[in-house]
């Protein structure tokens, strides 16, 4: 058996693209208006929660301000994400992955499991251990949805079909700040996956990422 | 290879990725990309929320403390003043194009025939937000009293003010201008629309960001394609600086 599904190998490469771009043209966008509000309004300083740096043009997309070319990169990005993050979640239901895998049991949420995870060298056996486990299922569960909740309602054309989403968010202003903020949540899911993927042998577990690589089992 | 040269050869690398990136959204491929995604939010917005699902309207004491002016903040002209000084008495509003009847109404006119109050919130394409109270007849009023003719398909909006130079100008279709919510308002919470919100008449088009909302309204033209308007584009920040002509994303 694989030790990764072809879906989890086109869908991690494909996303990974997509929130390149999205992470810089929304930087861009943030350089336009670089206050955060909460509630539904927000316009005045004195109202702004976080008064946000001007990220510099080597991060942001474009690298020379154009407010309108980064809506278009970050608009077409996020129905990669967006549609990507529907389609994996089939994927790994139908194909067991999430199950298997990813899905926790009542053990995996003790102490002592969490202090074995962490004893353990390296991070490259299947089924994930209890501390990947919680991390994937984080993400899967909680940020990467969020991100599309959040975006989705800062959208005045998607609005009138979902007001309560921008309730339950406490705001059209809320929802660009848990935007913003969840943004930096991922970017360090992606710092720390890349280094415990460096320490763990990045040319095994990266190459399994492209050719699929072979499953083997911790017995865990 | 030294430490030196291998951060000047990472470092050339990535100029050279960044710099091909920055300029890939010139391209007629990415372009094209771009307009496709733009059609499909549209679609998915028009399938879920249908042609009459409303805009989030708010109680009064939700209302900003201000509306923030934006954009141009009045108009240049010596006939602006002179209507700003003496409450729009001779200002005209044409509806024209491919309409039966062109009307030209004065602002008592506007104020007489049937109006909408709503109190709804203003997203900035840059990324605030203000709610105001806005009043004003429906655009749907305005286009069956003009009897607009099966030939329209979009409707194009004049403006007094200009930016870098241009009229301003926007434009939306039919699904928005008949949308109920869709009113030419002339009043901002209870009083005459003031200057800096694009007195004496502005559009307000709520499911859609701020630039759509043509302000210092002087014509309203019923049209069958934006080819020959303005840059062909659909309106000013599409024409100047490739704004999505859809809006409501």
Sequence with gaps: MKRHALSTRLWHWVNAGALVVLFMSGLTISNAHRRLYWGNYGFDPADAWLHVMRFPGWITLPARYNLAAARDWHNTAALVFAFGLLAIWLAMVANGHFRRDLATSARDWTFGAWRTALAQKGTAGMPYNPLQKLAYGALFALVLPLMVATGL????????????????????????SIHFITTWALVGFVVGHVALTLVSGPVRLIGAMVHGGRREETGA | MSGVNRRGVLAGLTALGAGACSDLHKTKTAQDVFRTAEDWHRAAHRLLAGRERLAPEYRPDQRSSDMRGNGSLTVDSDFYREQLANGFADWQLQVTGLVAEPLSLSIDDIRALPQRSQITRHDCVEGWSAIAEWRGPQLGTLLDRAQLRPEANFIVFRCADTLYGRPYYESIDLVDAYHPQTIIAHELNGAALPEKNGAPLRMRIERHLGYKHAKYLTAIEAVASLDDIGGGKGGLWEDIAGYQWYAGI
């Design chain 1, 153 to 176: 309602a800062m959208s005045p054309g998607f609005e009138p079909f979902a007001p309560w989403l921008v309730d339950v968010l406490g705001g059209r202003q809320s929802a660009r």
